[in-house]
């Protein structure tokens, strides 16, 4: 069976001040997330599922979905605030947040009932990562068996501010052991400089390997993350600000021994829109795979 490409895209980018997932990189003005899709496409995925927010349904699909159509198969999942949310519980009038990565995951349990892969529309992860979590997902994914792509963190950092990375632990065996989160990352003599959670100051080596939400998953995981998330839901829904991420559904499978993640590392470079000045240095990037052969111009 074909593996799902499921994309988180509901979220808006505060820190880079826009809409950027469907801002242009490319030679003829493609998105990231176009790249992404191509390059999940020549890998064997063949269905594509962007979880977007209703209120640009419209824009997004002009711009983006309907550029595949005949290429892979292309379904929507919604965001909304009110999905999965039980009916004896009411949303607080003042949220507006949406409630995570994790519940943009389990909107889409409907839509996918095959081995998927979960990533950012914002992120350019590379070939090779593709290629490697496809064969996972045909050959290895399990309802106890899971996976990660995981980057080398020099690969990962900008040129033009701070980041915040998940610094991960791995077993003698390759499995994920946890993801240490990391903030206010740069690089400092050879290391990277970073602050942890309680704001002291640490290094870790360029060559940690690092979480950038790139995921593999047999469907059985949605109905972990229903349950987590109504457990979450009934504690955490006046809380403002609260969010229910996928990190927490992998921690509390691995350490409860429900599953084990594959750490499937990858060294091709990772590039993002972090910063407005991220922007040049990535469509400089595209320009070169697109000299070099890579890619398509244009991709379509």
Not at 154 to 173: A, Q
Not at 238 to 262: M, R
Request: proline fraction near 4%; glycine fraction near 8%.
């Amino acid at each position: 069976m074909k593996p799902t490409l499921l994309i988180l895209a509901a979220g808006m980018g505060s820190r880079y001040g826009g809409l950027k997932q469907i801002d242009p990189v490319g030679v003829s003005g493609e998105a990231i997330i176009e790249y992404s899709i191509y390059d999940a496409i020549k890998a064997g995925f063949d269905k594509v599922v962007f979880v977007i927010r209703r209120d640009f349904e419209a824009l997004f699909k002009e711009k983006i979905g309907g550029k595949f159509e005949k290429k892979i198969k292309v379904e929507y999942a919604f965001q909304d605030l009110d999905a999965f949310i039980p009916s004896d519980l009411e949303i607080p009038e003042e949220r507006t947040k949406p409630w995570g990565t994790g519940h943009a995951v389990l909107v889409a349990k409907e839509i996918i009932n095959e081995p998927f892969a979960v990533i950012n529309a914002d992120d350019y992860y590379g070939i090779t990562a593709y290629e490697k979590i496809a064969k996972f997902l045909m050959d290895e994914a399990l309802p106890d068996r899971h996976s990660m792509v995981g980057y080398v963190l020099s690969n990962t950092l900008s040129d033009h501010g701070t980041v915040n990375r998940g610094v991960c632990k791995v077993d003698d065996n390759g499995n994920l052991v946890e993801v240490i989160e990391r903030y206010r990352l740069k690089r400092n003599n050879g290391n990277v400089e970073f602050y942890d959670e309680h704001d002291e100051k640490g290094q870790t080596p360029l060559d940690s390997v690092v979480s950038m939400n790139f995921w593999g998953f047999h469907p059985s995981i949605f109905d972990v993350y229903e349950s987590m998330f109504e457990e979450f839901i009934r504690t955490k829904i006046n809380v403002e600000k609260s969010e229910f991420l996928i990190p927490e559904v992998v921690f509390d499978q691995i350490q409860t021994n429900q599953a084990t993640y594959k750490v499937i590392t990858c060294e091709d470079k990772w590039y993002g829109v972090t910063y407005k000045a991220d922007k040049d240095p990535v469509q400089q990037a595209f320009a070169e795979m697109t000299n070099q052969g890579v890619y398509p111009s244009p991709l379509w």
